[in-house]
């Protein structure tokens, strides 16, 4: 090995290893056990939420596979049918063309060529973070076979009466021109004014007031409503008003929906232009007057006096000549949340378009669809970790709305569905099947559908669709087999949904529809909802605030200069440009170090919990790198204490206390681990692992084998030697889920050493527990010599004392198992704390002024003469009585707790009655030792 660790050569020489040999391919061995990749968009870079949730997949990929089972981690990448056509778009700009200069089929043609030449970023930059995914069957959702299966799906729904087209309010992006799902609109708080305009009633002296942040769409009221039980108002119920401007008569309607403690009560209705003005008009049969063009003009709907107007043009139009009617009564300031596009920035309209939609919420769409995918949560078939977010999953199924699938895009999977020349719609997987299955003969020449389908609805079938449903023969993605559905079947379900909470709507509520009525069975067994990562403040990252952070930039280090660039350069206010930079000269004034892929990914381990949000620090990152560079030396300390060729395995049993308590340590580690790996308690697994690894392995059983090591019984030595690296080679594989590169490096030098003939750390077995044996009297043992030790070694830390200096060592009291191993241990309590052979003090005998630590009744003490200040070692034992003070404390408060030890179990409740003890003991050792002192 060589001498310091550097992870840029490792990384990248496994990882070409691990692609090329196949490692990551299912094995056919065990049960099977798949994990589908959330598809990121073709467009996309790693960001740290990606490098956060492919890590927590990665550990458990490789966790099943080397427990056995026959894993297969299906991966590929969604067309993001938005966010491509726009680069595409954006590229025809600076060429001074549009989409509509092309045509439809060059169009396409040139987002293919992109796809080809950029569409890999992001899967490259994850084989950076060391993914053990099966590129060989790495699927694309316009792949053949991929749109082959939306085809059919589609088809199928709309001929069981389940997808329908229909004249509905969506949201509309004016810019892009399409509609766009709820998930593509950010709410967005924003400045604004609430104005108060007059509605006079018709052949009256009375007016009615309403209050609106839109006043342009006013032009298209169809009624005003009030509350059916406000007195104020009980009288116009019926009676008509003159809208102001257009002069046309509309009704004063009654509807529970109004709030008649809020603004004036009444509340203006344009059924045509906001979501719950349509549902109002659906309930009153109000005729929804549309006032705008797609492009946000107004139309020819409205007077002519605003006709081709833009919408935020004509609202200075439209106030302006209300107040010189006088009808406009106030004008105030109003915070509002704003509803805009994340791929365009426009401000979405709510817009009367014809659309596609699936059936969700008729009895016949509920029944076929809907009620199946909450009963699988219910019955619990599906499972969420944390359990908390299945309330979300069941009340947004619960109070679901028609799917609108349709998108005015030429990039994606264009509906499959002809017109003839009367308007007659066919459906069919092309043309011709659509003509087969006609129920009336076609008039003319028929004309495909332009719209393409939401992303969302092949995202849909990504868990079956990707196994090749529904072709029984070989898939072929550029003459390789991806999938073959009477063979890749059997890992459907998946074994776990690992995702973010903000598409539990829109993606996983989803799957499971299509998935049970296409296969009947559910898409996964579990979904883990993952954290959202924010700045160590907890502030969500934001390139604006100038806190975002890419992973390849903590995996490979940058400089500061580059790194200002690369976070100011998409900056267009200068504002916050500077703003930015000035925050990262700051935060980083050196740069981000290189921390290396297995440190990030260590990192993102121990943060992974069951909260919300997970604050990543870049220093606890350098920490985890500081313990994989302790690994690397340990690794070579055992090593360099090992004979040339294989190690020859010792005929007995461990010969040493010390091997026996850290194999026995060793047992309980990895129990916890497994434990954790089923309950997707990542952050304690890796917490169990590095306290085993740094503390016990590290710095206690390494100090610990010195002596057998450098001494004269060579049983012992070749014992000790052995299981240092039985140990390490065990721990290794324990820690290769989440530290993968420099596992495999440290392995591949390790397991020549006790013959070991594998080609990877990834091919080795799970360890097995049974297989490690336990020894809890030797536990007891060692720990009373960790706790003897440590108390030496804090006194001579806290008085200064020469680390090398040899001091003498006085016991006192205990009992006689204390003494009994004291004479055991007498010689490495000496060698590893740099002491003189340990002296006992008889009970009555004078003592001379010491320092000391107490071990159970146990004390340790340390003489002061010649070595340490009289008055620091009252200061020292005072501070020690008063932490142990505050210990006994909390267990009193625990205890005192009728509820705690009513419901906690009997063995916690004796075990925190059992600590008071222990540090009653300790307490009263340590106030006789202060007595002692004067």
């Known amino acids: 090995m060589e001498k310091s660790f550097e992870p840029r050569p490792i990384e990248s020489k496994w990882y070409a290893c691990w692609e090329q040999s196949g490692v990551f391919q299912p094995s056919g061995q065990g049960e099977p056990y798949c994990i589908q990749l959330p598809p990121p968009n073709v467009t996309g870079t790693l960001h740290m939420g990606h490098a956060f949730q492919q890590t927590v997949m990665d550990m458990l990929i490789r966790y099943q596979r080397m427990r056995g089972l026959n894993t297969l981690w299906q991966v590929g990448t969604d067309h993001a049918g938005i966010a491509t056509q726009k680069i595409v778009e954006n590229q025809l700009a600076v060429e001074s063309k549009t989409r509509h200069d092309l045509g439809r089929e060059p169009f396409v043609e040139r987002v293919w060529q992109w796809k080809e030449e950029s569409g890999s970023t992001i899967t490259n930059q994850m084989r950076r973070l060391g993914v053990a995914a099966d590129w060989s069957r790495e699927r694309f959702t316009m792949d053949e076979g991929l749109s082959a299966a939306v085809r059919k799906v589609f088809v199928e729904w709309y001929r069981a009466g389940l997808i329908y087209r229909g004249n509905r309010l969506v949201n509309w992006d004016p810019v892009l021109g399409t509609a766009v799902s709820d998930l593509e609109v950010n709410n967005v708080e924003r400045d604004g004014h609430m104005w108060s305009i007059r509605y006079p009633v018709t052949d009256s002296n009375e007016s009615l007031v309403v209050a609106t942040t839109r006043p342009e769409t006013m032009l298209g009221d169809a009624a005003v409503a009030v509350h059916p039980e406000d007195e104020r108002y009980q009288h116009l119920i019926g009676k008509t008003l003159t809208l102001p401007l257009a002069g046309r008569q509309i009704p004063v309607i009654a509807d529970d929906y109004v709030d008649r403690e809020f603004g004036t009560g009444c509340v203006k209705i344009t059924p045509a232009h906001d979501f719950n003005d349509y549902a109002i008009g659906q309930r009153h049969k109000l005729a929804p007057i549309e006032i705008f063009t797609l492009d946000a003009k107004v139309n020819t709907n409205a007077p002519a006096k605003y006709q081709g107007m833009d919408r935020y043009e004509a609202r200075k139009v439209v106030l302006a000549d209300l107040d010189a009617a006088g009808l406009l009564v106030e004008t105030k300031p109003h915070k509002l949340q704003v509803p805009v596009s994340q791929r365009s920035d426009a401000v979405i309209e709510p817009m009367l378009t014809d659309q596609w939609f699936v059936d969700l919420t008729s009895e016949k769409g509920r029944t076929a669809i809907t009620e199946p995918a909450l009963n699988a949560v219910r019955s619990g078939d599906i499972k969420f970790v944390p359990e908390n977010w299945t309330t979300t999953y069941t009340q947004w199924l619960e109070n679901i709305q028609d799917w609108c699938i349709s998108r005015q895009l030429w990039w994606g999977h264009r509906i499959p569905a002809w017109y003839d020349e009367a308007g007659n719609i066919f459906v069919g997987e092309d043309e011709a099947d659509a003509r087969k299955l006609a129920s009336v003969e076609p008039v003319g020449k028929l004309k495909q559908d332009e719209d393409v389908l939401d992303t969302w609805f092949s995202s849909a079938l990504w868990p079956f669709s990707t196994l090749g449903w529904p072709f029984d023969g070989a898939v072929k993605n550029d003459d390789k087999v991806v999938a073959n559905w009477q063979h890749d079947k059997i890992f459907l379900p998946s074994a776990v949904l690992v995702t973010g909470f903000d598409i539990i709507f829109f993606w996983v509520a989803r799957m499971v529809m299509a998935t049970l009525y296409f296969t009947g069975k559910v898409p996964f067994r579990e979904v883990y909802i993952n954290a959202i990562v924010r700045d160590a403040e907890g502030q969500k990252m934001s390139k604006s605030k100038g806190n975002t952070l890419d992973p390849l930039d903590l995996i490979d280090g940058i400089e500061l200069e580059p790194l200002v660039e690369k976070s100011t350069k998409s900056l267009l206010i200068p504002q916050v440009r500077e703003k930015v930079e000035k925050r990262i000269r700051k935060d980083y004034p050196q740069g981000i170090p290189a921390i290396g892929t297995d440190a990030l990914r260590f990192t993102f381990a121990a943060l992974a919990s069951y909260s919300r949000t997970i604050n990543f620090d870049i220093k606890r990152a350098e920490g985890y790198k500081a313990f994989c560079n302790k690994l690397w030396n340990a690794a070579r300390f055992v090593l360099m204490n ?169 016991l006192a009291d205990g009992d006689a198992s204390d003494r009994a191993r004291e004479a055991k241990f007498a010689a490495q309590i000496s060698f590893l704390a740099r002491v003189e052979a340990p002296q006992w003090i008889e009970s009555g005998a004078d003592e001379p002024a010491a320092a000391a630590a107490v071990v159970g009744s146990l004390r340790v003490l340390i003489p002061l003469a010649g070595l340490i200040d009289l008055g620091a070692e009252k200061a020292r034992l005072a501070k020690e009585i008063g932490r142990i003070e505050g210990e006994i404390k909390k267990c009193e408060s625990k205890l005192g707790n009728a509820n705690f030890v009513a419901n906690a179990p009997a063995e916690v409740v004796a075990q925190e009655r059992q600590r008071i003890a222990d540090w009653g003991t300790q307490l009263g050792a340590l106030r006789e030792q202060m007595l002692k002192l004067g």
């Not at 060793?666 to 697994?685: G, M, W």
């Not at 690894?693 to 012992?716: H, M, Q, R, T």
């Not at 039985?726 to 030098?749: D, G, K, N, Y």
């Not at 397991?751 to 020894?775: V, Y």
């Open 642 to 810: 090992l004979p040339e060729g294989e190690l020859p395995a010792p005929a007995g049993a461990p010969v040493t206390e010390a091997e026996r308590w850290i194999l026995t340590r060793l047992k309980q580690t990895l129990a916890e681990v497994e434990q954790h790996f089923v309950t997707y308690r990542f952050d304690l697994l890796a917490q169990a692992l590095y306290e085993f690894v740094w503390n016990e392995y590290c710095d206690w059983f390494l100090e610990l084998s010195k002596p057998a090591l450098n001494g004269d019984d060579a049983i012992a030595a070749a014992s000790t030697r052995h299981t240092l690296l039985v140990v390490l080679e065990t721990v290794l594989r324990a820690l290769h889920p989440i530290v993968p590169f420099i596992t495999e490096e440290i392995w591949q030098s390790v397991a020549p050493k006790l013959g070991i003939k594998a080609d990877s750390i990834l091919l080795r077995a799970w360890p097995n527990t049974n297989d490690i044996p336990a020894d809890e009297a030797a536990t007891a043992e060692i720990e009373w010599f960790k706790n003897v030790l440590s108390g030496i070694r804090r006194i001579r830390a806290e008085m200064n004392i020469a680390p090398g200096k040899v001091i003498p060592l006085l």
